[in-house]
C-alpha cells in the first residue's frame, strides 16, 4: 500500500542551528499536512499545501511541496528550545489519511 | 472553549478486560476518529465514523469496537481480543473536505 517515508528519523541541533524534515512518496501526493506534537503531548495541525511547487512561511517554519508532489519538506531556521518535538507529515487524499512515522527534533541549549 | 475531550488520561486494563475509552467533541464536526500511536510509528487509523449510527474500520480494527449514537460521542472499547493494547490513544475530528485535524490529549493505555 501506500506509505509516506520520513528523513531523517531523529535530528540533534545545538540551538540556532537550522533544521529540515523531508517527507517522501512513491507515488503522487494530494495534500500534505504538517503537525508538530511535543513530548508527551498530541500532534497538532501546522498546515496544509495543495498545489505542485508550492511553499508556505510560519514565522521560522518554511513549508515546500515539490513539483512533482511526491515529496515534502519543513525547514526551521534558527531553532530554539521551544521546537522540540515530533514533526509529522500526513498525506491526506481522499477520506484516508497516512501519516509518516515522523521526525523527532531534539534541541540543545 | 471548543475542543475534544478524553478520558481517562491514564488507565490500565487487566488481562481479559474490556475498557472504554470516551471522546467528546464540542466542534461541532462531522468526522471522528481514533488512532494509535505507538513509539517510533505514524498515527495508525483504528476506526471513524463521517456521520452518526455508522462507522467504518480503519487499518488496525481487529480487537477494537465503536459506537457513534451522538455526534458529539465517539467511544472506543478495546476488547480482549485485541493482544497488544499497550500504546497512546488519540480521537481527532477534522470537517470532512477542509483543514486539518484536531486531536484530543490522548489515552495511555496499559496492559498489567
Known amino acids: 500500500g501506500q506509505q509516506v517515508m520520513q528523513i531523517p528519523q531523529y535530528q540533534h541541533v545545538q540551538e540556532g542551528e537550522d533544521f529540515t524534515t523531508y517527507c517522501n512518496s512513491s507515488t503522487t501526493l494530494s495534500n500534505i499536512q504538517w503537525y508538530k506534537q511535543r513530548p508527551g503531548g498530541h500532534p497538532v495541525f501546522l498546515i496544509q499545501l495543495v498545489k505542485s511547487g508550492e511553499v508556505k512561511k510560519q514565522k521560522r517554519l518554511t513549508f515546500q511541496f515539490g513539483e512533482a508532489k511526491k515529496n515534502s519538506s519543513l525547514h526551521i531556521t534558527a531553532t530554539q528550545t521551544t521546537d522540540v518535538g515530533t514533526y509529522f507529515c500526513a498525506d491526506t487524499g481522499g477520506f484516508k489519511t497516512i501519516f509518516g512515522a515522523g521526525t523527532r527534533l531534539f534541541v540543545k541549549a | 472553549d471548543g475542543g475534544i475531550t478524553q478520558s481517562p488520561k491514564y488507565l490500565f486494563r487487566k488481562e481479559g478486560q474490556n475498557v472504554t475509552l470516551s471522546c467528546e467533541q464540542n466542534?461541532?464536526?462531522?468526522?471522528m476518529y481514533w488512532y494509535r500511536q505507538d513509539p517510533g510509528q505514524g498515527l495508525r487509523l483504528i476506526y471513524y465514523s463521517q456521520i452518526v449510527n455508522d462507522f467504518q474500520k480503519g487499518d488496525i480494527a481487529e480487537g477494537y469496537s465503536v459506537s457513534r449514537e451522538k455526534k458529539e460521542s465517539f467511544p472506543l472499547t478495546v476488547t480482549s481480543a485485541q493482544k497488544n493494547p499497550t500504546a497512546f490513544y488519540l480521537c481527532?475530528?477534522?470537517?470532512?473536505?477542509?483543514?486539518?485535524?484536531?486531536f484530543g490529549s490522548g489515552t495511555r493505555l496499559t496492559v498489567v
Open positions: 466542534l461541532n464536526h462531522d468526522a
Open positions: 481527532a475530528t477534522k470537517t470532512v473536505g477542509k483543514g486539518g485535524y484536531t
